[in-house]
Each structure stands twice: as structure tokens, then as C-alpha cells.
């Protein structure tokens, strides 16, 4: 089943149970990232600010040419420490460079296996230092960049030197290894392969600086990240502790990153997802939510955004955690994305159980979303779009109702003339399942015709897509017949001059 079929049909509620709509809302995430930028960074490169009598004016004007390099890779392999150190030195600083560093012509050279050997000279650790940092800068670049480096034997000598007495030296091959990891998971797990986690892990003290930390931190991330395939359980299980106690730790950065490990945790298998939620660490995160730091409030979104989109049994962990209450806040964000990130969470919750939707209710989130809807850009509207409507599936009459109560109706017609076919179809979906449930207790079909909805709807049956065409026809067919023909079973009761709204509603509606 395609990406949009499977989204789509998670919205179809009859015959499918709560798991199975949350399951396939989940299974179309990619739509919430597609063509964005990633938050993280995968690779990071070693870029010091250096001043201009630091360097030969030919590398400060990126005017390097083969010859230069083929001079530096001879020289770099003299019996002269010095002479070596200063060719290592002017290669280091040649990848470090901002623009269009000449790492192809290095690797061509046959520099890099140079840099490797300059890892085992243990008597001059400035040399293995420089050696490591022109390795780490080669491995940023491309996935055929990173490969040379592995080729020539860099990550056992990474990972040897990760317990260097030399702590500049130590985080400089972390640094490399978080690279290399970063490049993808055949990568990330031929360096979990090669021995990381022990040695890493035990690099983890309370009186190491907190930059050193950050670079641990961030190293760990890439070791959980990318899912196809996802990383090996029994790593995961061996980093998780790891990752419990750096989050708990004051400086942000280190949050930040611990955080997307969390994230990439999640969104990979639902084996990982639990070994997660069974830590309990989910309280803690969700206190993130009220962090004043935007790089560490999104990971965390993500995190418990994908453990909601698993069981009701797991959701609700989440919810009794406090997941609802920063949701106030956050869905006011100044920043887009974490709006946009913080929906989609809630429309994971909004696809659980009668029970679940209650809680968003009582938590007054239904006017945010239909503000959302009003007032955000598309990608995030979207988003709004499938939380409410996911509502008309897996909510009660009552629930319905109050929805309608709130402006619903409005919010949803508003976006039916959007370019996107699929969330047309939701829209469709969403009031066509609010005619059939509560459109023979309040008049809803007056609602969709006041705010223009009816023409709207009209104008999609000669829609391209033929799922946009049957909705919009059986919505027109059924309930809004031609003069006549009304099903007696959907028009409100009329007494006298005015129709009854009845329903079972508390008397003033809910009291949020």
C-alpha cells in the first residue's frame, strides 16, 4: 500500500481498531519531513577561526593546486618530525577551510593512509592530534570521502585513541567516529563493529568539560541514528543508560543531542521504541517540553510524538506524563517547525481511544487547533487538519459534538480548496463523518452552507481525483439532496419555528 493510501485509509475508523489508525498515521511521518532540512547536523566539521598570518596566503585564497599537495604528502612521510608535523599541519588546515576545502585532490594524492600511520606515532601526540583533525574534516564530506578514510584502517586507530591520556586527542577521534557513523547505518554499524561502545561509554565523567560532553553526546546520536536498518538492539541496550544520565545534565547542547538520540530511538522499530518507555524516562523528557531552548524542545517533540503513535497502552504513558499540558504553550510557538512538530504529536494522541480525545479536550487544546488551521502556513495546517479530523474517527457523538460547537465546520471547509489532493480528502472524510454521527442533532449541513462550504464541496465533484469525486458526490447526494428528496433520518427535528439541537452534552458544554 502506497504512502497516501496507507494515510488515508487510516482514516477510514469502521472495521479498524485504534492501533491500527495510530499505526498507519505513523507510517506516513515522512510527509512531515519531506524537503526539510535536518534539525541535527549528521556530520560536523573541525572549522577553527584562525587568523591570516596563520596560514600561506595560497590556502587562505583556496588557490591549492595537485603539485602543492603531491609536495606536502612527500614531506609528511620524511624522517623529520618537524618537517612531517608542519606538512600534516598545512593539510589539516586546507580541510578545515570554509570553501570548497580540496579534499578530493588529498585523498588523491594518497594522503589520507599518511594521516592514518601519523595515528600510531603514540611518542608525538600533537602529530597523531593534527593527523586526527585533517581525518575527521576528510570524513565530513561525502559518502566516497568517508569511505577513503575507512579504507585506510582509521576507525581501529579512532577507537584505540579514544582512550588517549590526551583529551584534545581523545574527543578529536570521537569527533572522527561520530562522522563516520553519521554517514549511514552500513557505516554506523561497521563502527559499532569495530569495538566504540565500551571505550566511548567510559569517557563519560561528571568533571569532564562540558564540551567534551557535547561531543560524546552528539557521537551517541549518530550511533542511534537512521532506521533502514535500524541499529542492533543489544547496542541500543548497552547505549540507553549512556543516554538516561546525559540528558539529566545542565548544559543544553548536551540535551539537545541526547534528546535526538531519544528521537531516533523511537522512530525506528517498536522493539527499540519500548525499550524507551519502559526506562521511565518519558516523565523527564516531557519536562523538556517547557525548556526555553528550541533545539532541545524539538527532539523531545519528536521522541514522544513517535511513542504516541504506537499502543494506547503506550500512548497513555505518555499522556499521564504530561504531555498535553506544554501543548498550550508550544502550539502558540513563535517558531514554525516546532508548531508543525508538536501537531503532528497531538494528531498521533487524537488517533487513540474515545478516552485519549477526552483528555485533549479537557486540556483546551481544540481551540488552538482550529486556530492552527486558520492562521499557520499549509505544512503546519495540514497537521492541525489531521489532528482534528482524525477526532471524527476515533471520538464519541458528544466529543463530535463539541467539536462542531468550537468551529470545526469553518476551520475544515476553509482548507478544502487547497492544492494538496490527499488532505482534501481527509477534510472530506472528516466532515462526512460528522454529517453521519451528529448531523441528525444539530445542523451541520447549515453550518458547511454558511461558511461557503457547500460550494466548495460542489465544485470537488468534478475534481480530478476520482476519491475526491465519490466523497464529494456522496456528500452532496446524501446530504444535501435537491429539494424533496431530504432523508428525513439526517434533517434536525422541527418544533414550531426552530429546530432542536439536542444533545447529551453537559448543560453550557464541557467545562475545560
Same mark, same amino acid.
Given at each position: 500500500?502506497?504512502?497516501?493510501?496507507?494515510?488515508?485509509?487510516?482514516?477510514?475508523?469502521?472495521?479498524?481498531?485504534?492501533?491500527?489508525?495510530?499505526?498507519?498515521?505513523?507510517?506516513?511521518?515522512?510527509?512531515?519531513?519531506?524537503?526539510?532540512?535536518?534539525?541535527?547536523?549528521?556530520?560536523?566539521?573541525? @572549522?577553527?577561526?584562525?587568523?591570516?598570518?596563520?596560514?600561506?596566503?595560497?590556502?587562505?585564497?583556496?588557490?591549492?593546486?595537485?603539485?602543492?599537495?603531491?609536495?606536502?604528502?612527500?614531506?609528511?612521510?620524511?624522517?623529520?618530525?618537524?618537517?612531517?608535523?608542519?606538512?600534516?599541519?598545512?593539510i589539516r588546515r586546507m580541510v578545515a577551510s570554509r570553501k570548497n576545502p580540496p579534499i578530493n585532490e588529498v585523498i588523491r594524492v594518497g594522503f589520507v593512509p599518511i594521516l592514518v600511520r601519523c595515528l600510531?606515532?603514540?611518542?608525538?601526540?600533537?602529530?597523531?592530534?593534527?593527523?586526527?583533525?585533517?581525518?575527521?574534516?576528510?570524513?565530513?564530506?561525502?559518502?566516497?570521502?568517508?569511505?577513503?578514510?575507512?579504507?585506510?584502517?582509521?576507525?581501529?586507530?579512532?577507537?584505540?585513541?579514544?582512550?588517549?591520556?590526551?583529551? =584534545?586527542?581523545?574527543?578529536?577521534? @570521537?569527533?572522527?567516529?561520530?562522522?563516520?557513523?553519521?554517514?549511514?547505518?552500513?557505516?554506523?554499524?561497521?563502527?559499532?563493529?569495530?569495538?566504540?561502545?565500551?571505550?566511548?561509554?567510559?569517557?563519560?565523567?561528571?568533571?569532564?568539560?562540558?564540551?567534551?560532553?557535547?561531543?560524546?553526546?552528539?557521537?551517541?546520536?549518530?550511533?542511534c541514528r537512521n532506521k533502514d536498518p535500524p541499529p542492533a538492539l543489544d547496542a541500543i541496550r548497552q547505549i540507553l543508560p549512556a543516554l538516561i544520565y546525559l540528558i539529566k545534565h545542565n548544559d543544553r547542547?548536551?540535551?539537545? !543531542?541526547v534528546c535526538w538520540a531519544f528521537a531516533f530511538i523511537c522512530d525506528s522499530t517498536a522493539e527499540l521504541m519500548n525499550l524507551v518507555v519502559l526506562s521511565d524516562i518519558i516523565p523527564y523528557i516531557t519536562?523538556?517540553?517547557?525548556?526555553?531552548?528550541?533545539?532541545?524542545?524539538? &527532539?523531545?517533540?519528536?521522541?514522544?510524538?513517535?511513542?504516541?503513535?504506537?499502543?494506547?497502552?503506550?500512548?497513555?504513558?505518555?499522556?499521564?506524563?504530561?504531555?498535553?499540558?506544554?501543548?498550550?504553550?508550544?502550539?502558540?510557538?513563535? /517558531?514554525?517547525?516546532?508548531?508543525?512538530?508538536?501537531?503532528?504529536?497531538?494528531?498521533?494522541?487524537?488517533?487513540?481511544?474515545? =478516552? %485519549?480525545?477526552?483528555?485533549?479536550?479537557?486540556?483546551?487544546?481544540?481551540?488552538?487547533?482550529?486556530?492552527?488551521?486558520?492562521?499557520?502556513?499549509?505544512?503546519?495546517? /495540514?497537521?492541525?487538519?489531521?489532528?482534528?479530523?482524525? @477526532?471524527?474517527?476515533?471520538?464519541?457523538?458528544?466529543?463530535?459534538?463539541?467539536?462542531?460547537?468550537?468551529?470545526?465546520?469553518?476551520?475544515?471547509? !476553509?482548507?478544502?480548496?487547497?492544492?494538496?489532493?490527499?488532505?482534501? @480528502?481527509?477534510?472530506?472524510?472528516?466532515?462526512?463523518?460528522?454529517?453521519?454521527?451528529?448531523?441528525?442533532?444539530?445542523?451541520?449541513?447549515?453550518?458547511?452552507?454558511?461558511?461557503?462550504?457547500?460550494?466548495?464541496?460542489?465544485?470537488?465533484?468534478?475534481? %480530478?481525483?476520482?476519491?475526491?469525486? /465519490?466523497?464529494?458526490?456522496?456528500?452532496?447526494? /446524501?446530504?444535501?439532496?435537491?429539494?424533496? !428528496?431530504?432523508?428525513?433520518?439526517?434533517?434536525?427535528?422541527?418544533?414550531?419555528?426552530?429546530?432542536?439541537?439536542?444533545?447529551?452534552? &453537559?448543560?453550557?458544554?464541557?467545562?475545560?
Amino acid at each position: 500500500m502506497s504512502s497516501s493510501s496507507s494515510r488515508k485509509a487510516s482514516y477510514k475508523h469502521q472495521g479498524k481498531d485504534v492501533a491500527e489508525l495510530r499505526k498507519k498515521r505513523h507510517e506516513d511521518v515522512i510527509e512531515l519531513r519531506r524537503n526539510k532540512k535536518d534539525e541535527q547536523l549528521i556530520k560536523r566539521r573541525n @572549522m577553527p577561526i584562525v587568523t591570516e598570518d596563520s596560514e600561506p596566503e595560497h590556502v587562505r585564497n583556496q588557490e591549492v593546486g595537485i603539485e602543492y599537495i603531491q609536495q606536502l604528502a612527500l614531506e609528511a612521510t620524511s624522517a623529520n618530525i618537524a618537517e612531517q608535523q608542519k606538512a600534516v599541519v598545512s593539510i589539516r588546515r586546507m580541510v578545515a577551510s570554509r570553501k570548497n576545502p580540496p579534499i578530493n585532490e588529498v585523498i588523491r594524492v594518497g594522503f589520507v593512509p599518511i594521516l592514518v600511520r601519523c595515528l600510531t606515532m603514540k611518542d608525538f601526540p600533537h602529530l597523531q592530534f593534527e593527523a586526527a583533525w585533517a581525518l575527521t574534516n576528510i570524513a565530513s564530506g561525502t559518502s566516497e570521502q568517508t569511505e577513503a578514510v575507512v579504507q585506510s584502517g582509521a576507525v581501529p586507530m579512532f577507537i584505540h585513541l579514544l582512550s588517549s591520556p590526551y583529551i =584534545n586527542l581523545s574527543e578529536q577521534c @570521537m569527533w572522527a567516529l561520530g562522522n563516520i557513523a553519521g554517514d549511514g547505518p552500513q557505516m554506523r554499524d561497521f563502527v559499532v563493529s569495530c569495538g566504540i561502545i565500551p571505550p566511548l561509554l567510559r569517557l563519560i565523567q561528571a568533571d569532564n568539560p562540558a564540551a567534551f560532553l557535547r561531543t560524546i553526546s552528539w557521537t551517541l546520536s549518530n550511533l542511534c541514528r537512521n532506521k533502514d536498518p535500524p541499529p542492533a538492539l543489544d547496542a541500543i541496550r548497552q547505549i540507553l543508560p549512556a543516554l538516561i544520565y546525559l540528558i539529566k545534565h545542565n548544559d543544553r547542547e548536551v540535551k539537545a !543531542d541526547v534528546c535526538w538520540a531519544f528521537a531516533f530511538i523511537c522512530d525506528s522499530t517498536a522493539e527499540l521504541m519500548n525499550l524507551v518507555v519502559l526506562s521511565d524516562i518519558i516523565p523527564y523528557i516531557t519536562s523538556l517540553l517547557e525548556s526555553d531552548y528550541s533545539k532541545v524542545i524539538l &527532539p523531545a517533540l519528536r521522541a514522544l510524538g513517535s511513542i504516541v503513535s504506537g499502543t494506547d497502552e503506550q500512548t497513555q504513558i505518555v499522556l499521564d506524563a504530561g504531555f498535553l499540558g506544554p501543548l498550550q504553550t508550544l502550539l502558540q510557538h513563535r /517558531k514554525e517547525n516546532i508548531v508543525r512538530e508538536a501537531m503532528w504529536g497531538l494528531s498521533n494522541v487524537t488517533a487513540g481511544n474515545a =478516552n %485519549q480525545v477526552e483528555m485533549v479536550i479537557r486540556a483546551n487544546l481544540i481551540p488552538l487547533i482550529i486556530n492552527v488551521m486558520k492562521t499557520r502556513t499549509f505544512k503546519t495546517q /495540514k497537521e492541525a487538519a489531521w489532528a482534528l479530523c482524525n @477526532m471524527t474517527a476515533s471520538g464519541n457523538p458528544e466529543q463530535m459534538m463539541f467539536l462542531v460547537q468550537l468551529g470545526a465546520i469553518p476551520a475544515m471547509c !476553509d482548507l478544502l480548496d487547497c492544492k494538496e489532493t490527499q488532505i482534501v @480528502m481527509v477534510l472530506l472524510d472528516g466532515i462526512q463523518n460528522i454529517l453521519k454521527v451528529v448531523g441528525n442533532r444539530i445542523d451541520v449541513r447549515a453550518l458547511i452552507e454558511e461558511c461557503k462550504g457547500l460550494d466548495k464541496i460542489e465544485a470537488l465533484q468534478h475534481h %480530478q481525483n476520482t476519491e475526491v469525486y /465519490k466523497l464529494a458526490f456522496n456528500i452532496i447526494d /446524501k446530504y444535501f439532496p435537491t429539494p424533496g !428528496d431530504e432523508d428525513e433520518s439526517i434533517v434536525p427535528e422541527n418544533r414550531g419555528q426552530a429546530y432542536s439541537f439536542e444533545s447529551s452534552l &453537559p448543560q453550557g458544554g464541557f467545562r475545560l
